[in-house]
């Protein structure tokens, strides 16, 4: 169920409770759903990564010489 | 745009001095062919004009032989290339063409070979490094602070790209979806203007993570075509030989060339006396990448006038975006709605906005009214998968990332997504393969990261504590600034009674992202039990600023308050 607005509220029962504990736990971080890529984005990563490499190329080149 | 003949026209005489028909038996060249050693038989220049200039069947070209050997006119070649997408081929060729000579010919038709040579060419260079403009959204971090376009100071709530509306959207709170540095959700697409939204202060705009996002790719073998555009342009009088894929290239250039940008599209406009609704687009674009955002507003409006054309309220809305207008973007894009009923970009430019505001359900209902128009649209069924996700659905957002799948998209998101559904949603045998595929896809190490990160989660799940304690530390081995690993890592220390690695792993992920509340409610959690109720309130206000609505920190800083004023 999706944890709304008070979409289910928790019954507690009033008698009959002899003792209650809360341990606050730690919490996790959530898990991860990953944004999938446009086609213009992977397009301008291609060609960023292409400019990087040949940029790369160039300096190892001249640190060479 | 009328096209020209990409080869010149049947006019030519046949005694030109090119290489006449050969008398091979190799297949026969068009008489176009670069100039050959000769081999002019005796029946060579007769059969010449025999041919037609369009000779060369239309099946040989598909063999990609150099243009020599095959016999093919260059330019044809060039053409054939372009049409395959060999972008850097075509482009090849036609440097040879147009670095040959004139020669004897006539100056007329060799000209016109030049020009469609040279416009082959620019447009070749263009498709290698087209981008959809109208995506293309890069703001700099120079821009951002010294933004001079602020409407008002303080926006009111919900008018405002940059504060986003606290929870009017009815989605998943933070405590069940992460959370982006600006504090909205993560959403299910990224194109390139979502970045990390924007940062408020110079400090975290600096730490954001610029992933390689940040310089544009420059073609400078284009730069030199920019002046023999802007000349061929004024000299000549049919204005309309120019494209698009020219203006293109001059604005890829680097921004020193922007003015020339700006220059060619002023004269182009002059020239078609303002009736031309194309080129007052063209400017706007220009004044758009200028940061001249009025300016670019006002050409839009007077396009639009002219001309009813969805790219320009597309790029309206774009103007009114940067200018931190969302509601008028909105209202745009409703009325061109009326106009162009179902327009599938409209609708998602409209639910883009209300993710951005962080009114998830409106988002959702528009993304679904997308699917409606086109059931294959990538960015819609991703969102609204993932707002199920979230949502507590898990099986229903698998079964729209399998959509995806059958759809063809293969990469290591989807295959990530479609094993934290298939877990959720109890199919394990899914799971792991898809994850292992997921790693396979992965193209680089923050990828990498993120499945693994994932993969601890799926650890956690079934119990092995000792997996996930792997697969966390291997998130970190990928990439070293992953703030959720290094909470979780803190807390399956705290089950071994590690306490004081806890407490420093927690120390790096809540100042490796403030943004996040998990941290600081881990601090203070642990600092109450150990009895550092002063460091306790601290990292729980900060929890509370971080996620208002969270009940464990609302119940804790209770209880510490109740302490202090017991003091």
Redesign the interface.
């Known amino acids: 169920?999706?944890?709304?607005?008070g979409a289910l509220r928790e019954v507690l029962p009033k008698q009959g409770q002899l003792s209650v504990e809360?341990m606050?736990?730690?919490?996790?971080?959530?898990?991860?759903?990953?944004?999938?890529?446009?086609?213009?984005?992977e397009?301008?990563?291609k060609?960023?990564?292409a400019?990087?490499d040949l940029s790369n190329k160039y300096y190892s080149q001249c640190i060479k010489l | 745009m009328p096209r020209r003949a990409p080869f010149p026209t049947a006019g030519q005489p046949a005694g030109t001095g090119r290489a006449p028909l050969s008398a091979h038996s190799r297949l026969p060249r068009c008489p176009g062919a670069p100039p050959q050693p000769a081999e002019a038989g005796p029946g060579g220049s007769a059969a010449a004009p025999a041919r037609p200039r369009s000779a060369p069947a239309p099946g040989r070209s598909s063999r990609g032989a150099p243009a020599g050997e095959m016999g093919l006119e260059p330019l044809f070649q060039a053409w054939s290339y372009f049409r395959r997408r060999k972008f850097r081929e075509c482009s090849d060729v036609c440097s040879q063409i147009l670095e040959r000579p004139p020669g004897e010919q006539e100056l007329d038709s060799e000209y016109t070979v030049f020009q469609a040579a040279w416009n082959l060419k620019t447009r070749a260079l263009t498709e290698m490094v087209y981008v959809d403009e109208i995506d293309m959204d890069q703001e700099g971090i120079a821009e951002i602070i010294l933004d001079e376009n602020a409407i008002a100071q303080v926006a009111r709530p919900g008018t405002s790209l940059k504060l986003p509306g606290t929870g009017q959207g009815g989605g998943p709170s933070p405590a069940v979806r992460p959370v982006t540095q600006s504090g909205r959700p993560i959403t299910g697409f990224v194109r390139p203007s979502t970045q990390s939204g924007r940062p408020s202060t110079m400090e975290q705009a600096i730490r954001t993570p610029r992933t390689a996002l940040t310089a544009r790719p420059i073609t400078s073998a284009s730069g030199g075509y920019v002046r023999p555009g802007t000349a061929s342009m004024i000299t000549n009088p049919d204005g309309p030989f120019i494209n698009l894929s020219r203006l293109n290239l001059t604005k890829y250039a680097q921004k020193p060339k922007l003015a020339k940008a700006l220059d060619l599209a002023a004269l182009a406009t002059e020239y078609a006396q303002f009736k031309d609704w194309w080129w007052k687009v063209q400017i706007g674009k220009c004044y758009y990448r200028l940061g001249l955002y009025r300016e670019a507003e006002k050409q839009f409006q007077s396009a639009l006038k002219q001309q009813d054309m969805v790219d320009t309220i597309l790029y309206l809305a774009k103007v009114y975006l940067r200018l931190d207008q969302p509601v008028t973007a909105l209202n745009l894009f409703k009325q061109g709605l009326e106009r162009f009923p179902g327009e599938v970009t409209l609708i998602c430019g409209i639910a883009r906005i209300y993710e951005e505001m962080n009114n998830i359900s409106s988002a959702a209902e528009y993304y679904k009214d997308v699917l409606k128009q086109d059931n294959t649209h990538v960015e819609a069924i991703a969102c609204i998968g993932s707002n199920h996700f979230y949502s507590d659905q898990p099986e229903i957002a698998l079964r729209f990332y399998r959509r995806l799948l059958q759809m063809g998209v293969y990469n290591c998101q989807l295959f990530n997504n479609l094993g934290l559904c298939c877990f959720y949603a109890q199919q394990y045998d899914m799971t792991l393969s898809s994850f292992e595929r997921a790693l396979f896809l992965a193209e680089n190490e923050e990828e990498t990261a993120d499945v693994w990160y994932n993969l601890g989660h799926v650890a956690v799940g079934i119990g092995d504590l000792n997996l996930a304690y792997q697969c966390f530390k291997l998130t970190l081995v990928n990439n070293n600034d992953y703030a959720e690993a290094y909470n979780n890592l803190a807390v399956l220390e705290m089950r071994k009674g590690h306490t004081e690695q806890a407490r420093a792993l927690l120390q790096t992920a809540s100042s490796l992202a403030p943004h996040m509340y998990e941290p600081h409610f881990n601090v203070a959690i642990l600092s109450e039990k150990v009895g550092d109720l002063q460091r306790s309130y601290t990292a729980a206000q900060k929890s509370e600023e971080a996620f208002p609505g969270h009940v464990d920190t609302q119940q804790l800083m209770k209880q510490l308050k109740e302490h202090f004023a017991m003091l």
């Open positions: 169920m999706p944890e709304g607005t809360d606050p736990a730690l919490v996790l971080c959530k898990p991860k759903i990953l944004p999938l890529k446009s086609v213009s984005l397009k301008l990563e060609l960023q990564k400019a990087k």
